[in-house]
């Protein structure tokens, strides 16, 4: 599922390539036909993430709310832009991510469209796509709903959430998520607020960081490789877990989000020199302490690392190192 990091990415692109010019708003797949109809010639005027989920606003007053859950993902087509200096846009965005730059066949002096698409999702991915000759290019598969400023269109697929909400419906889902550290004015007072939803509860601390009303972006990576940093025993309940302890895994959590964000995948081993960072950048097995690595060695102590069920999702931990 994507975390916290992919959703503001999202937002991010979005801010740079949809806000402001006017958008052809639909829904080829027909599921979110009415909502693409209040939306369809409106303007966004923000896009901004609050842990896992998006929130498109619009020059109406609606706002678009998006969940990509499990299976979701953005395709980008068009003139995307760089998230970062010297980034290349890429092209999908929520399971993974692709960018292109297409020009519009018939108007003059622009370049032929590109075969390039941008995935962001769970992860980021870029690829050729095949036949790239119009634009707009046809939608692929199950596209929930289309947002086209042009030059830039974004499919939207396989989301668990997607509907048009007031503003004041929005304000609502918003109130219900914990902090978000890209969205606090004080990490500080919100590491507090953390801290007491955690202490104050009799169940285990892994699932109280998966819980967003606790605290919101947290998905299973962030979860095993917080408390492993910790050296925290995810079974422990949140009651029994000292504040300091949680305010450590709240700080560890503003920086980990702010470098996840920044490098587009989440990287936890602090261990690594430059070389070890490059090789865990193109290698995903080398950038975790124990998300992922069921069965292998502890890479402090040797120990195999177990994978059990929590609340229905997979929890990594070490049995000796997380006591």
Not at 107 to 116: K, N
Not at 260 to 267: N, V
Not at 288 to 307: M, N
Request: with cysteine.
């Amino acid at each position: 599922m994507p975390e916290g990091h992919t959703v503001h990415r999202i937002a991010r692109q979005m801010t740079l390539d949809l806000v402001g010019p006017t958008l052809a708003v639909s829904s080829p797949q027909g599921r979110f036909a009415a909502g693409a109809a209040r939306l369809d010639g409106r303007r966004m005027t923000r896009a901004a993430a609050v842990g896992k989920q998006l929130f498109c606003t619009f020059d109406s007053g609606d706002v678009l709310r998006v969940h990509l859950g499990l299976y979701g993902a953005w395709d980008l087509y068009g003139d995307v832009s760089p998230l970062g200096e010297g980034d290349v846009a890429r092209g999908s965005l929520g399971a993974p991510r692709v960018a292109a730059r297409a020009g519009r066949p018939g108007v003059a002096g622009d370049p032929p469209p590109s075969t390039r698409r941008l995935r962001m999702g769970e992860g980021e991915s870029q690829q050729l796509v095949e036949g790239g000759a119009t634009w707009p290019p046809p939608p692929v598969g199950q596209v929930r709903v289309r947002l086209d400023s042009g030059s830039v269109v974004a499919d939207l697929r396989g989301p668990t959430a997607c509907e048009v909400l007031t503003a004041d419906e929005a304000a609502l889902v918003r109130d219900r998520l914990g902090p978000d550290p890209q969205t606090v004015e004080d990490t500080s007072a919100a590491g507090e607020v953390v801290v007491d939803r955690v202490t104050r509860r009799n169940v285990a601390v892994g699932q109280l960081l998966m819980d967003q009303s606790v605290v919101a972006g947290i998905g299973n990576i962030y979860r095993a490789e917080l408390l492993f940093r910790a050296r925290l025993d995810p079974w422990t309940p949140g009651r029994r877990v000292p504040p300091d302890v949680v305010r450590a895994i709240w700080q560890d959590w503003v920086g980990l989000l702010a470098d996840g964000i920044r490098d587009g995948f989440i990287l936890t081993r602090e261990d690594l020199d430059a070389a070890g960072r490059e090789a865990a950048r193109l290698d995903p097995t080398l950038r975790h302490w124990v998300y992922g690595r069921a069965g292998l060695p502890c890479l402090v102590c040797g120990t195999p690392v177990v994978v059990e069920e929590m609340a229905t999702r997979n929890l990594f931990r070490c049995p000796v190192c997380q006591v």
